[in-house]
């Protein structure tokens, strides 16, 4: 398993970007799929986007077009670009890592979008 850190979170107009940071405690090459998932007030955890060890990509509906992940192995860290933001991209935001059946989570990092 590797332990995750997210930072990057914080209070943005609508419109606006952030950039979420996941740090890993290892090093990420191997690691099969790295992502982000989000869990708004009252929802259910949901996923935002994934990213393989080739680099292959997927995204929520939602977000397609606006949020781009990137992972860089040199830095152990998987990064989460999010631009035009909406109100409804209020959540929590968890770092995800999973190897060989083994998940694991960050603790989150708040993003609150203001309208």
């Known amino acids: 398993q590797v332990s995750l850190v997210e930072s990057g979170g914080g209070l943005v107009q609508a419109g606006g970007s952030l950039r979420l940071s996941c740090a890993a405690s290892?090093?990420?090459?191997?690691?099969?799929?790295m992502g982000w998932y989000r869990q708004a007030p009252g929802k259910q955890r949901e996923l935002v986007a994934t990213i393989t060890s080739g680099y292959r990509t997927n995204y929520a509906d939602s977000v397609k077009g606006r949020f781009t992940i990137y992972r860089d192995n040199a830095k152990n860290t998987v990064n989460l670009q999010m631009d035009s933001l909406k109100s409804e991209d209020t959540a929590v935001y968890y770092c995800?890592?999973?190897?060989?059946?083994?998940?694991?989570w960050g603790k989150g990092t708040l993003v609150t979008v203001s309208s």
């Open positions: 290892r090093n990420i090459f191997s690691i099969n799929v």
């Open positions: 995800n890592a999973e190897s060989r059946g083994l998940e694991s």
